[in-house]
């Protein structure tokens, strides 16, 4: 089941899209259950994008780091599901956590970003 935002009464539509896409995630993830729009984090940003231009920002950002090694952009989709805390990275990946900051460091150079960076906001 998918839970949308509270949403005003004349925003309905928009609160049955995100319910819709909360339960295409937790489908896309092999899950059961609830699962709440807010909840889905990065993710939802992808939602409207068209698979075409997922590859070519896939092809223009991401292609080096799978290039180097593909465990690099895993290391990297776990940091950011975990909201860059390196402790629950590394224990999703079954790493040590000086293998994630290893990790990290090769990330940074081949992306050429710097990811203890603050975001925006």
Sequence with gaps: MGI?????S???SYA???AA???IFNKSKNRNGIVHFQNIGYERLLH??????KIILFEDHL???HNADPVYLKTLEFLISND????ET???LHIHVNTLYKRIKKIQQVLNIDLEQKMIG
């Excluded at 409207?48 to 231009?53: G, L, Y």
Aim: no cysteine; net charge negative.
């Design 4 to 8: 949308s935002r509270s949403v005003p």
């Design 10 to 12: 004349d925003a309905l």
């Design 16 to 18: 049955f899209e995100e």
């Design 21 to 23: 896409a909360a339960v």
């Design 48 to 53: 409207n994008i068209d698979f075409n231009t």
């Design 63 to 65: 292609s080096q780091l």
């Design 84 to 87: 860059r805390k390196k402790q």
């Design 90 to 92: 590394a224990d999703a």
